[in-house]
């Protein structure tokens, strides 16, 4: 299991350690031209065990084909919170990118990275801990609000910060006539891009590969290490 140096313990340290990391986060990139390989990462949890199970599946941008994969098991090491998620997964999902021989020149995460209402949503907390390419990839907006895209695919729409306006990321339509996605900037690129590449990922059902193959992993590692407990 990863143990992080000084991960917080509580709710108001891991508040904290969100408001000094989130000035580090850079919401721009060298462009997505020099990505080849491709990240999912994804976990489930077995909360009367007190388990989790994190993937990292590598696909090769051009094709989709899954190149590696890794999983790690571990404890849940905090609780759940809303909006500090990233401190119940991080530890393992650490540890399932470790595993893979290469380094992904992008890691999507099913999940949010500016889009936070602190923005740092787990996206951007991986991207700054781990010096990587990240992008956010949810299937809800969290607390935000859009206007409903165009029902083609690749329609998009603001999500908006309904306190302050901002544009925290996008609503997608990957597949016409059905429910959007919800992309935001993790860390080294910028949000154009990011709804580009999570357009590319997606090319046949809603979700993009790298989170189909990763939420089916981390699920299949976890059915397997609560079945030998």
Request: negative net charge.
């Amino acid at each position: 299991m990863a143990v992080l140096v000084d991960w917080p313990a509580t709710e108001a340290e891991a508040r904290a350690e969100q408001e000094r990391l989130r000035a580090l986060v850079e919401p721009y990139g060298p462009g997505a031209a020099e990505v080849s390989l491709v990240a999912g990462v994804d976990v489930a949890y077995d909360d009367e065990r007190d388990v989790v199970a994190a993937a990292a599946v590598l696909l090769e941008r051009s094709t989709l084909e899954v190149v590696e994969e890794a999983t790690a098991v571990g404890r849940i090491s905090f609780p759940y919170i809303p909006g500090l998620l990233a401190f119940r997964e991080l530890p393992t999902v650490l540890e399932a990118l470790a595993g893979l021989g290469r380094t992904p020149d992008l890691v999507v995460c099913d999940g949010y990275g500016l889009a936070h209402p602190r923005r740092l949503g787990l996206a951007s907390h991986l991207g700054v801990l781990g010096g990587l390419r990240t992008m956010g990839v949810a299937k809800t907006p969290f607390t935000f609000t859009y206007e409903q895209p165009g029902p083609e695919r690749g329609a998009s729409a603001p999500l908006h910060d309904t306190d302050t306006g901002e544009e925290v990321g996008r609503a997608l339509r990957t597949r016409p006539g059905v429910k959007p996605v919800f992309v935001s900037v993790g860390h080294r690129i910028c949000l154009d891009e990011a709804v580009d590449m999570a357009l590319e990922l997606a090319p046949s059902y809603r979700l993009p590969e790298t989170t189909r193959r990763a939420d089916s992993l981390c699920r299949r590692a976890l059915a397997a290490a609560v079945g030998g407990c």
